[in-house]
């Protein structure tokens, strides 16, 4: 069966404003939205259009987590996923540990395609899509802006620094999303009835073979140094004085 | 244990870009490193001659294959794995490029990336922003362990010229996979200075309302031969291509003054323009978040203060 992949991941909700914990352990996290990643929301999205443009039969949805991800899972599934997998995994799960286990699901699955988010909004780390595409040795094609299939290859257009770049990758591969791919679509409530009849399996990662392993200690959270207060100018003179005295001028 | 960084350079086939370096200014943050700078290219020799001005660069090997002609990670990581061996740290810059590749290097490697790294405080400590830089976290990775990093470009300063590492043709022997192919890249010619490099960015929002009103923009940054950067929602309604977007997905820039038209400073926005010497605002609304980080601010009608602006610049 031609199948997408799409890995999500639980974050806090890019609303909320993110306050360190006074003892410098973690930012706080207690009775805070939790969301699905907003680059992951996209991959989804994609994926559902593929499947809705015949491109795929089947989207299955993917996270590597606490037994608290299961909502955002459900959340997918009431968007259009037709199946989730959830691997269960407790504390920091690194970028190499999710990939080391959507392998294992990868090799199970046999998916034409894995899409992710680029980079998740809590860590921002931007690793986990490079480094499964390097894992399973397939092509990657990273901050993806427009994907188009035909004959077992994706051309991939990208947003790197210079501009876009388009890239030809044979199929299976690994897309990344970057935000100007697609407009997730909001989730109706008939749908939300729809999903908690939809398949989710639970997994761990023990029972996939995969190691949880963390290799960066998180030594401590600080909050980031605050700028000083500015003045106000009354008008465009007057700013253009200001920057004078600055040496800007 | 001695400290050996490979940085792995970045460069468009004729230069070398200046994120290269800023990974040389933060590698030699660790006490005692050894710099060394891969050149993975079609024709590497005027890089290398480049990188191997770069002060504090002890040798510059160069990878020449025409597969290189284009940075593909998939192509250029084996590569580099062939070559990480004796060294400690593989470090690439955190641009489009070093987020591509590295992740690629670290997984074939077996071992973690630190990401975005603003500060190197040992060989095995680092600083890190997270949650669009709400949040600094320190990371420490055991001695002994191989360690990749992307260097967050905008914490560091160029390294100087003035240098002369010894250049040494690098063999590699490796499998490079055919799977992956360059197509094109349509970026935008501009006489203007590069965003990411430039010391004046004159940057713009949603309230321009169009590409075209967008132009004064234009204008006004080549009375100051400012860059101009764009917000995402600028970006994202089409007034200005994707290649401006200044924010926790577009770039991370660091120059002397930044000037924010119409922009009302989203947390996104901002974790972009941290690191500005001198932040301006102009905007109608004088409540928007954009004036609690601004060092100037100016509450008004952009589609008349501009202008002016323009008029004063050029009398000056």
Redesign the interface.
């Given at each position: 069966m031609k199948r997408i992949l799409v890995g999500i991941k639980r974050v806090v909700d890019y609303n909320v404003r993110i306050r360190v914990k006074p003892d410098g352990s973690g930012v706080i996290t207690d009775g805070v939205k939790m969301s699905i990643n907003p680059f992951d929301e996209i991959a989804l999205e994609e994926a559902l259009r593929i499947k809705e443009r015949g491109g795929a039969e089947e989207v299955v949805v993917v996270t590597v987590g606490p037994a608290d991800c299961q909502p955002q899972l459900r959340t997918a599934l009431a968007m259009g996923a037709d199946r989730a997998l959830h691997v269960q995994a407790d504390g920091v799960v690194e970028p190499l540990v999710a990939a080391r286990a959507i392998l294992k699901l990868v090799e199970r699955e046999e998916p034409l395609m894995v899409i992710l988010g680029k980079q998740a909004i809590d860590d921002d780390n931007s690793q986990t899509g490079q480094m499964l595409a390097a894992l399973w040795n397939r092509p990657q094609a990273t901050f993806a802006s427009k994907v188009e299939l035909a004959d077992g290859k994706a051309r991939v257009t990208r947003e790197v620094d210079a501009g876009l770049e388009t890239l030809e990758v044979d199929l299976p591969a690994v897309i990344t999303t970057d935000l100007r791919l697609n407009e997730p679509r909001y989730v109706k409530l008939p749908d939300i009835m729809k999903a908690k009849k939809k398949p989710l399996e639970t997994l761990t990662l023990s029972a996939i073979g995969v190691e949880q392993k963390q290799r960066l200690k998180l030594v401590k959270f600080e909050p980031p140094p605050q700028r000083q207060k500015g003045i106000r100018v009354k008008d465009a003179a007057e700013l253009v004085e200001a920057l004078k005295k600055k040496g800007l001028l | 244990m001695s400290t050996k960084v490979l940085i792995v350079a970045e460069h468009?086939g004729a230069k070398l870009n200046p994120s290269t370096a800023k990974c040389v200014t933060c590698a030699r943050g660790i006490t005692g490193a050894e710099i060394t700078v891969v050149v993975c290219a079609a024709d590497a020799s005027a890089l290398a001659s480049q990188a191997a001005q770069l002060a504090g660069v002890t040798k510059v090997l160069t990878v020449e294959n025409p597969a290189n002609a284009h940075a593909?990670?998939?192509v250029l990581?084996p590569q580099i794995v062939a070559l990480a061996g004796p060294f400690t740290h593989v470090f690439g810059p955190s641009?489009?490029?070093g987020?591509?590749?590295?992740?690629?290097?670290?997984?074939?490697l077996?071992?973690?990336?630190?990401?975005?790294i603003m500060a190197a405080e040992s060989p095995t400590?680092f600083r890190r922003?997270?949650?669009?830089?709400?949040?600094?976290?320190?990371?420490?990775?055991?001695a002994g362990?191989k360690i990749v990093g992307t260097v967050r470009t905008a914490s560091f300063e160029s390294a100087a010229n003035g240098g002369s590492a010894a250049i040494e043709k690098a063999s590699v022997t490796a499998d490079l996979?055919t799977?992956?192919?360059?197509?094109?890249?349509?970026?935008?010619k501009s006489d203007r200075p590069d965003l990411?490099t430039a010391s004046?960015v004159i940057s713009g929002g949603r309230a321009l309302g169009s590409a075209d009103a967008f132009k004064i923009l234009y204008s006004l940054a080549d009375k100051l031969g400012a860059a101009v950067g764009a917000s995402?929602a600028a970006?994202?309604a089409g007034y200005a291509?994707?290649?401006l977007q200044v924010g926790?997905?577009g770039?991370i820039i660091a120059p002397?003054?930044y000037v924010a038209i119409g922009i009302s400073g989203a947390?996104?926005h901002l974790t972009g323009i941290?690191d500005a010497r001198?932040?301006?605002a102009i905007n109608k609304d004088g409540e928007a978040p954009i004036?609690?980080?601004?060092?100037?601010?100016?509450?008004?009608d952009l589609f008349q203060?501009v202008p002016?602006?323009e008029k004063?610049?050029a009398a000056?």
């Open positions: - | 468009d593909l990670a998939a990581a641009t489009t490029f987020k591509d590749l590295m992740p690629r290097i670290a997984a074939l077996d071992t973690a990336q630190v990401s975005d400590r922003p997270i949650y669009a830089g709400n949040a600094i976290l320190t990371v420490e990775i055991d362990t996979p799977h992956t192919r360059f197509v094109s890249v349509s970026a935008a990411q004046r995402r970006v994202d291509p994707n290649e926790q997905t770039k002397e003054l947390i996104q941290k001198t932040i301006v004036f609690e980080v601004a060092d100037l601010g100016l509450v008004g203060i002016e602006l004063l610049i000056r």
